[in-house]
């Protein structure tokens, strides 16, 4: 979370892998022996936190394959896209839901997520000289499914049936450092409604009928390279309701040993 180029993640992250995705296990990445810059990656894991996980998850529950190409345009911009899949088993994983009358309840899910991801990055720098000033435009597009058995036990009813929901969400960023030390950005962020089938427990819950999105600015300034301080403002309409208004004040510092971070 030290490199992120704001202080949170988007809500994209933050519902669909709750917050970021981090577990045990093992990756394995080829890198293609050509001009054009090609990158293959799978990832097998335990799958214990979300979207996978829950009190019966016994066995590796997570699976995910990356696809990479970039290059350079000319000697002063450079560009990467790809496309991610990840698949997460559940079994008794807790869910916050809400009910019909608005409260909150809890439900258990049984069942397989996948989740999709577009990604694409373009760098600008003088000559390829990113020390002075740079411009990085950043953006992804997620889209999740989630298909499998709920547990609601509503007023002792106790209703087993099945849960499908496909929601989709991303965020497109733009960060400039304008002189040395100094960068400022700025980041729109989005969920759609998603469409949701709870079976016989459709009678007893919810549906979404908010939109949720986030506009953030923010401006930060290193002393040095294993530290940070920055300032963040955001109008959050995460939730139904009006906006709720944010302001942040961040510090980081590093500590040991830091190898330089991927593209």
Request: no cysteine; proline share 4%.
């Amino acid at each position: 979370s030290h490199v992120w180029d704001f202080v949170d993640n988007p809500l994209a992250y933050q519902v669909f892998l709750g917050t970021q995705l981090g577990d045990d296990g093992v990756q394995l990445r080829w890198l293609a022996p050509t001009e054009q810059y090609l990158s293959l990656g799978l990832e097998l894991a335990r799958g214990r936190g979300f979207p996978g996980g829950g009190e019966g998850a016994r066995r590796p529950g997570m699976a995910a394959l990356t696809a990479h190409a970039g290059g350079d345009i000319g000697e002063s911009q450079s560009w990467r896209a790809g496309v991610s899949w990840l698949q997460a088993r559940a079994t008794g994983q807790a869910l916050a839901l809400t009910d019909a009358q608005g409260a909150a309840a809890e439900g258990e899910f049984d069942g397989r997520t996948r989740l999709w991801v577009l990604d694409g990055v373009w760098k600008w720098a003088p000559a390829g000289n990113a020390s002075r000033t740079s411009v990085k435009l950043q953006g992804e597009y997620l889209r999740s499914t989630r298909s499998g058995s709920l547990r609601f036990d509503p007023a002792g009813a106790d209703v087993t049936d099945r849960q499908r929901l496909a929601q989709s969400g991303g965020y497109l960023q733009a960060v400039w450092q304008f002189m040395p030390r100094w960068r400022a950005g700025l980041r729109g962020d989005w969920l759609d409604r998603g469409r949701t089938d709870y079976g016989a427990n459709d009678v007893h819950l919810a549906g979404a009928s908010h939109i949720p999105s986030r506009a953030s600015v923010v401006l930060d300034f290193s002393p040095r390279e294993t530290s940070r301080l920055r300032l963040q403002l955001a109008q959050d309409r995460g939730r139904p309701g009006a906006a709720d208004r944010q302001l942040v004040i961040q510090y980081t510092l590093s500590l040991g040993a830091h190898p330089a971070h991927a593209y």
